[in-house]
């Protein structure tokens, strides 16, 4: 752990030394990003090979950069691809940006991803606002000894998803005319997609999408008390007594579609923080 915060440390200080304090953090998911980046007055875009201790994306969908600069009087700190844990990587390598976000000084962290339709009265190309989730990963970011430079021991999470954040976001959706769902995530392993029981089952526990990112991050958000919202792009409906294989390329243009609906819930909450 005290290996973990002088990485942190060495990051930050990277980071900061030409950047300075920022306000708000993104992480940008599957088939998102550059109609939202389009609206960024970017000051410098880092390769994540280029920062120090920082991991490399290998999902072919996700760029790996870090952008910063100024958006709607903000600035802003742009993940432009994340990590997985089915890419091999441990949780602290997985939330290692959100550790980052926290020493750059950020106050709102904002994430999007890809997930799948559980509840089948919604349809694909749909936003979601996440308001709870499910934990179905085979390990936790806070596994281990723990350090109260980092947050505590035992994290609430009796409501990982900020109230005031999420309200926000359903009044701009009212007021922008943008159909935004809201409900529980269920994050699995993958990165295989899964079966017509597991869905069942998914359903059965609760879930409305079901996706393989962003609990871990939200977890490590809610240990450093860094308030934090969520919402999903559903991509694809599973409905497992009429499932059909998985088509990738579609499921990243049907994210595609949805981008400029998420990007403007997203702008016009950045300019109301």
Not at 67 to 88: A, P, Q, S
Not at 125 to 152: K, S
Not at 177 to 204: C, Q, W
């Amino acid at each position: 752990m005290e290996n973990l915060i002088e990485k942190i440390e060495e990051t930050v200080r990277f980071l900061k030394e030409k950047n300075g304090k920022i306000d708000v953090a993104i992480i940008l998911g599957t088939g998102l990003g550059n109609d939202f980046i389009k609206n960024i007055d970017v000051d410098v875009e880092i390769m994540y090979s280029d920062i120090p201790h920082f991991p490399l994306a290998t999902v072919e969908f996700h760029k790996g950069s870090l952008i910063i600069g100024t958006l709607k009087g903000k600035r802003v700190l742009v993940f432009h691809g994340r990590f997985h844990f089915y890419e091999g990587y441990s949780m602290q390598e997985i939330t290692y940006p959100v550790r980052i976000a926290k020493g750059m000084g950020v106050q709102h962290l904002l994430i999007s991803n890809a997930a799948g339709a559980i509840n089948l009265a919604w349809k694909k190309g749909e936003l979601m606002l996440i308001n709870d989730h499910i934990n179905l990963l085979p390990d936790n970011p806070l596994r281990g000894r723990n350090n109260e430079a980092l947050g505590p021991r035992f994290t609430d999470m009796s409501c990982p998803y900020n109230n005031h954040l999420n309200t926000l976001l359903k009044d701009i959706a009212t007021q922008l005319d943008i159909p935004l769902r809201e409900g529980v995530y269920a994050s699995v392993m993958g990165p295989n997609l899964e079966t017509r029981a597991e869905y069942r089952y998914l359903k059965i526990i609760g879930a409305d999408a079901v996706g393989m990112s962003t609990v871990p991050e939200v977890i490590v958000a809610n240990h450093a008390e860094l308030p934090c919202c969520a919402i999903s792009v559903l991509t694809d409906e599973c409905d497992p007594d009429n499932l059909e294989p998985i088509d990738v390329p579609e499921i990243i243009a049907v994210a595609g579609r949805a981008e400029k609906k998420l990007t403007a819930l997203y702008l016009a909450l950045i300019e109301k923080l």
